[in-house]
C-alpha cells in the first residue's frame, strides 16, 4: 500500500470515529434535554464499545515515526501543540458557560470550575487532555518488551478502575488501545490490505461482527454479575448489556477498531465518500468547536417543538455538531482570520521557530 492510500483509509477510518464522538453527544444531549429516549439511542449504545478504542488505536499508529526525536522537538509536537488548544478551548468552551454558572453558583464557584478543568478535564476536550500523557508515557517505556506493556495495559482495561478521576480511569481504560496502534502498526496497516483486497469477504466479516457486537451490547447481563458493570456506564450510552463485562469489552474494543479500520480501507476507494477522508483529516477540528453548534440547534429544536420524533431531533444535531465546525474552518481559511483556533502560532513552541511551530492541528 503506498504511502498516499495509507492516509486516505486512516483519514476516513477517523472521519467515522469523529461522527461517533459527537453522535453520542449530541443524542444523549438531547435525550437528557428531552426526558426520554429515542431511537438514536441505540445507534450511540451499538457504537459505544468501539467508539473511543478505534479512535486512540489510529492516534498511535504514526508515533514510531517521531518516538525517537529529540525531546525538545518531541515535548513541542506531542505535549506543548495539544496544550495550547486545550487551554484555548477550554477558556472558549467555559465563556459561554461561566454565565450560567455565575448565576446559578456564584462567581467564585464558576472561576473554581475554571481551574479544575485543568485537573480534571472540561466537557468534551478529554480526548486531546490524555494524549499528551499516552505519548510522554509512550517514550518513557518504549524499550520494555512490547508483549510486557500489552498484557499490563490489557489487565488495566479489564480491572474495573472507576476512581472518580477522568484521566485515571480513561488511561486506565483506553491505553492498550493507543499503544497496540503504536507497537502494532505494521500488522494494522498489512490488515488493512487484506481487508481493501479482499472486499467479498472483508463485507461479510463486517455483517457478522455488527450482528455479534450488537447481541453483546443488547443482551442484558445477568443480575449476579451486575457488580462488574460501571455504574455511569448510562451517561455515555451504555445500557448495561454484556459488552460492558471485563475481557468482553477490551475483545470488542479490538474487534471494532479492526472493523472500523476495514470500512476505512473500503471507504477510502469509493470517490463519493471523499467528504469523510476530508471529514477525518481534520477531525480535531470537528472535535474542538462542535459543542457550540450542537448545543445551539439542540436548544433551537427544543424550543420551535417542530419535531416531535427525539431520534430524529438527535441525528440533526449530530449533523449540525459536524457541519458546525467545518463551516467555521472553512470561513477562517476564505477569511484569514481567526486561524490561531486551528492553528498553533509560533509564539506557542518551544523550538522558537514559526515555520516550523506553526502547522494544522491535523497535521500528523
Not at 435525550?31 to 438514536?40: S, V
Not at 481504560?173 to 498489512?190: D, E, N, P, T
Not at 472483508?202 to 451490547?217: F, I, K, P, R
Request: glycine share 8%; hydrophobic share 60%.
Amino acid at each position: 500500500m503506498s504511502a498516499s492510500a495509507r492516509v486516505d483509509w486512516v483519514d476516513a477510518a477517523k472521519g467515522l470515529c469523529i461522527i461517533f464522538v459527537v453522535m453520542v453527544h449530541a443524542v444523549l444531549g438531547v435525550e437528557l434535554a428531552a426526558g426520554e429516549n429515542g431511537w438514536m439511542h441505540h445507534v450511540v449504545s451499538w457504537a459505544r464499545p468501539f467508539r473511543m478504542p478505534d479512535f486512540f488505536l489510529i492516534s498511535g499508529l504514526f508515533l514510531a515515526l517521531t518516538i525517537d526525536k529529540p525531546w525538545r522537538r518531541y515535548l513541542d509536537r506531542k505535549v506543548v501543540h495539544f496544550a495550547y488548544f486545550y487551554v484555548l478551548w477550554v477558556t472558549i468552551q467555559f465563556a459561554f458557560k461561566a454565565p450560567g454558572m455565575a448565576i446559578e453558583d456564584g462567581v467564585a464557584t464558576a472561576a473554581s470550575n475554571f481551574l479544575h478543568a485543568f485537573v480534571q478535564p472540561f466537557g468534551t476536550l478529554w480526548f486531546i487532555y490524555i494524549l499528551p500523557i499516552f505519548f510522554v508515557f509512550t517514550r518513557l517505556i518504549r524499550r520494555l518488551p512490547v508483549w510486557l506493556v500489552v498484557a499490563w495495559a490489557a489487565l488495566l482495561e479489564i480491572l474495573p478502575v472507576h476512581t472518580g478521576w477522568l484521566i485515571f480511569d480513561e488511561f486506565c481504560a483506553r491505553y492498550v488501545y493507543f499503544y497496540a496502534g503504536y507497537a502494532l502498526a505494521k500488522l494494522i496497516f498489512s490488515f488493512a490490505d487484506a481487508a481493501r483486497a479482499r472486499t467479498g469477504t472483508t463485507l461479510v466479516a463486517l455483517g457478522v461482527w455488527a450482528v455479534v457486537n450488537a447481541a453483546l451490547v443488547f443482551t442484558p447481563v445477568p443480575p449476579a454479575l451486575t457488580f462488574l458493570v460501571a455504574h455511569e456506564i448510562g451517561h455515555t450510552g451504555g445500557i448495561g448489556g454484556l459488552a460492558e463485562l471485563p475481557l468482553v469489552s477490551l475483545v470488542l474494543g479490538f474487534l471494532g477498531a479492526g472493523a472500523v479500520v476495514a470500512v476505512g480501507t473500503l471507504a477510502a476507494r469509493m470517490a463519493s465518500m471523499s467528504w469523510l477522508t476530508w471529514l477525518g483529516a481534520h477531525s480535531i477540528v470537528v472535535y474542538l468547536a462542535f459543542f457550540l453548534p450542537m448545543a445551539v440547534a439542540r436548544a433551537v429544536l427544543l424550543k420551535l417543538g417542530v419535531i416531535d420524533d427525539i431520534g430524529t431531533m438527535g441525528l440533526l444535531v449530530t449533523v449540525a455538531g459536524v457541519s458546525g465546525p467545518v463551516i467555521l474552518y472553512a470561513l477562517v481559511q476564505w477569511s484569514g482570520y481567526g486561524r490561531w483556533l486551528f492553528e498553533r502560532p509560533g509564539w506557542a513552541s518551544l523550538e522558537h521557530n514559526r515555520a516550523k511551530a506553526e502547522r494544522p492541528i491535523a497535521a500528523r
